[in-house]
């Protein structure tokens, strides 16, 4: 067998495992997995910011413990957790896809509310001044005044943490979950005289993912850039 011959072969198997005979997987589930993780992960990234900056300090310290605890966690202890500790407590077995998905919440959430944090601080101090000056509660100040802008500015943190998100995906491989990484190693069992190729072509599988998300991030920043410099008057 060729490589081109076992490229054709294999190369549906790689995009999308053995759906629809059987589950997804493959290139498919990987930006499943990584576009789920990280839109889940928004609402609970913002939820954890904002008591995160609280004034009330019986919300905000046990929020900054907890993403002081996961941020000093390797993802990969937080999957084994939610695969084989997780159930021995709650009685409750989950899936390979929902338990990776969840450990994507709990890790992308935690990093997403430094984010939001860093994002409304970064803020002029005289944006709160100016909306309580008209009138807004601190509720009106957060939604209307606060939020869009500051999430105006994380949109290039936001796109370079989907990044993040598609590399962390390959840490399904550890349970079982066919994702991309998973199922080219399965292909190369099957082979077996292709390694180098196969492992390459999953290589720059994640550096197209990857690379065009890094440039989108770039272009974003770029743009927020211009829209925020000053306008000079003409002499």
């Known amino acids: 067998m060729t490589f081109l011959e076992m490229l054709d072969s294999y190369w549906l198997y790689f995009l999308i495992g053995r759906y629809p005979e059987g589950p997804l997987g493959g290139l498919a589930l990987t930006l499943l997995l990584a576009a789920a993780g990280l839109l889940l992960a928004l609402p609970v990234g913002l939820l954890l910011g904002l008591a995160r900056i609280s004034a009330q300090r ?6 900054s413990g907890l993403i002081y605890i996961v941020r000093g966690t390797p993802l990969l202890m937080v999957v084994f957790w939610a695969y084989f500790f997780l ?15 969840l450990a994507l919440v709990l890790f992308n959430g935690v990093y997403l509310a430094e984010i939001v944090r860093a994002g409304i601080q970064g803020l002029p101090k005289g944006q709160v001044e ?4 008209l009138g ?4 009106e100040t957060l939604r209307f005044v606060l939020l869009p802008q500051a999430l105006r500015q994380m949109l290039p943190s936001l796109v370079n943490q989907s990044v993040s998100t598609i590399k962390e995906t390959s840490l399904g491989y550890i349970i079982g ?17 292709f390694p180098a190729q196969i492992y390459l072509m999953l290589a720059a599988s994640y550096f197209f993912l990857c690379f065009g998300l890094s440039r989108l991030a770039y272009r974003l920043e770029l743009r927020l850039g211009r829209k925020a410099a000053p306008v000079r008057s003409s002499p």
């Open 136 to 139: 807004l509660s601190q509720g």
């Open 130 to 133: 100016a909306a309580r000056s």
């Open 58 to 63: 019986w919300l905000s310290l046990p929020v």
């Open 177 to 193: 979950l066919t994702e991309v990484s998973q199922v080219a190693t399965q292909i190369n069992t099957l082979v077996f005289v």
């Open 87 to 101: 159930p021995g407590i709650t009685g409750i077995k989950t899936d390979q896809f929902t338990t990776m998905l």
